[in-house]
C-alpha cells in the first residue's frame, strides 16, 4: 500500500525537451508539495498545493509548472529542460493542520543531458 | 527562520546509543523542533518531533533543554538500517499560513558492525 507514489522513478532526457512527473497520494491529506534534492543532497521546497490550490511558489523559473487535477495528485511539468535541472525530485503530502509530519514519495532521478 | 547547525556525519557501532545534536540558537516561541530521516535513494521520513523537554516514541527519544536552543536526537542501540542521513528542522516556516519545512544539509550517520 503505498501511500505517496511517484512516476517515473528514472528519467533520462535531452536538454530542451519537456517532461512530467506524476505524483499521487491515498492517505486523503489535503496538502501536496513539490521538492528539489540536488547533488549536494540540499532538499528544498518548489511547490505547495492545499486542496488543488497554489499556496507556495518558491524562486522556480517558470519553466516549472505544477498541476492538481485533483487533491490526491499534483504533476510537475518541465519545459525545456536544462543540464541544472538534473536532481531528484520528491513528492509529498501532509494534513492540514498536522504541523511538521509530512509524507514523502520515492522520489524520480531526473538526468538532463 | 531559525537555522540549524548540526554535525556533517558521525560514526557507531551495532548497539551503541547515538546522540545527534541541533543548535538552533535563534529559535522562536511558535517554533516546533522535527527530525527526519533518509535512507539513500528514498525519501524524507519523519521520526520525532517536539517542543520542549521529552519526547519519545518507538524509533527516538527527543531532548530539548529548557532554553530550546538546541536539541539532541538519541536513537538507542542502534543498527545497521539505521545508517542514514538525519536532519533536524526548526520553524514552520509558515507561507500563507501553511508548512513550509526547511532542510539544511543534515547528519550522515554511518553504523558500523
Known amino acids: 500500500d503505498t501511500a505517496v507514489s511517484q512516476t517515473p522513478k528514472y528519467l533520462v532526457t535531452q536538454m530542451g525537451n519537456d517532461k512530467s512527473i506524476k505524483c499521487e497520494q491515498n492517505?486523503?491529506?489535503?496538502?501536496m508539495y513539490w521538492y528539489k534534492q540536488d547533488s549536494k543532497k540540499f532538499l528544498k521546497i518548489m511547490f505547495s498545493y492545499n486542496n488543488k490550490e497554489l499556496i507556495i511558489n518558491e524562486t522556480v523559473p517558470n519553466r516549472f509548472s505544477p498541476k492538481s487535477p485533483d487533491k490526491a495528485h499534483l504533476n510537475l511539468h518541465i519545459n525545456s529542460l536544462e543540464l541544472g535541472d538534473s536532481a531528484v525530485y520528491f513528492c509529498?503530502?501532509?494534513?492540514?493542520?498536522?504541523?511538521?509530519?509530512?509524507?514523502f514519495g520515492p522520489g524520480t532521478r531526473l538526468t538532463v543531458t | 527562520l531559525a537555522k540549524t547547525t548540526q554535525p556533517i556525519s558521525m560514526d557507531s557501532y551495532e548497539g551503541q546509543e547515538v546522540n545527534i545534536t541541533c543548535s538552533h540558537n535563534n529559535i522562536a516561541t511558535n517554533d516546533y523542533i522535527t527530525w527526519y530521516q533518509q535512507f539513500p535513494s528514498q525519501g524524507p521520513r519523519f521520526i520525532i518531533q517536539g517542543y520542549k523537554t521529552k519526547v519519545t516514541n518507538e524509533v527516538a527519544s527527543l531532548f530539548i533543554p529548557a532554553d530550546r536552543k538546541s536539541s539532541t536526537l538519541s536513537l538507542p542501540r542502534v543498527s545497521l538500517s539505521d545508517t542514514a542521513v538525519y536532519y533536524c528542522l526548526v520553524g514552520l516556516g509558515i507561507s500563507g499560513g501553511y508548512n513550509k519545512l526547511i532542510f539544511g544539509a543534515g547528519t550522515r550517520l554511518a553504523v558500523h558492525p
Open positions: 492517505l486523503g491529506h489535503d496538502t
Open positions: 509529498a503530502s501532509s494534513q492540514q493542520g498536522n504541523k511538521d509530519e509530512q509524507y
